[in-house]
Antibody, heavy 119, light 116 residues
Framework: QVQLQESGAGLVKPSETLSLTCAVS?????????WGWIRQPPGKGLEPIGS???????YYSPSLRSRVTVSVDTSKNQFSLRLSSMTAADTAVYYC????????????WGQGTLVTVSS | QSALTQPASVSGSPGQSITISCTGT?????????VSWYQQHPGRAPKLLVF???NRPSGVSNRFSGSKSGNTASLTISGLQAEDEADYYC????????????????FGGGTKLTVL
């Protein structure tokens, strides 16, 4: 069974950079699929942030692309998110996900981690 | 990339069937058979219910079914049960992207299902 687990800082100061890591178990990232991040502000809907293919090609949300980097470490079977210049509007639950065929749907999700932006 | 349109809420009684709609455009829902549906209980991660308009992942109850007509996709839940009370989100591939390296999936705003 594929399992994903997010880790990283839960409190970030305005203007700082968020760093999150997603550890994958039950499946080898280097075997394929897309690996990405989706966030959900409190009480709101789902917003894709970015994804990376197992071979390293990355894809980002147009509204966030100037601030986002998604990277993969196949040796550790994990992938990461960096989101710079954080503001209160970035406060959300951040989920790591596995993207199904062509990254057209998301079939496995982490439990999510709440990130709050506050001084 | 505009969000897909879903009703804010729907409700039904146990045993009944309900349908949640998801309206887009010919650049997303209407143009491709890449609509997915997710169920999210409070405080939990979303769960994939349907992909490619009509397909269910292994383990998902056949009480959940998807369909599409024109620019509107629908999720039907039959034999409504108390545990179906949750938020439901649709998503679709979109061809309206700004960059070749853009994410090509958009979500609806979500629908809260209340089981009366």
């Amino acid at each position: 069974q594929v399992q994903l687990q997010e880790s990283g800082a839960g409190l970030v100061k305005p203007s700082e950079t968020l760093s999150l890591t997603c550890a994958v178990s039950g499946f080898s990232i280097s075997s394929g699929y897309y690996w990405g991040w989706i966030r959900q502000p409190p009480g709101k809907g789902l917003e894709p942030i970015g994804s990376i293919y197992h071979s390293g090609e990355s894809y980002y949300s147009p509204s966030l692309r100037s601030r986002v980097t998604v990277s993969v470490d196949t040796s550790k079977n994990q992938f990461s998110l960096r989101l710079s210049s954080m503001t209160a509007a970035d406060t959300a639950v951040y989920y790591c996900v596995r993207g199904g065929r062509g990254n057209l749907f998301f079939d496995f999700w982490g439990q999510g981690t709440l990130v709050t932006v506050s001084s | 990339q505009s969000a897909l349109t879903q009703p804010a809420s729907v409700s039904g009684s146990p045993g009944q069937s309900i349908t949640i709609s998801c309206t887009g455009t010919s650049s997303d829902v209407g143009g491709f058979n890449y609509v997915s549906w997710y169920q999210q209980h409070p405080g939990r991660a979303p769960k994939l219910l349907v992909f490619d308009v009509t397909n269910r992942p292994s383990g998902v109850s056949n009480r959940f079914s998807g369909s599409k007509s024109g620019n509107t996709a629908s999720l039907t839940i039959s034999g409504l049960q108390a545990e179906d009370e949750a938020d439901y989100y649709c998503s679709s591939y979109t061809s309206s992207t700004s960059y070749s390296s853009s994410i090509t999936v958009i979500f609806g705003g979500g629908t809260k299902l209340t089981v009366l």
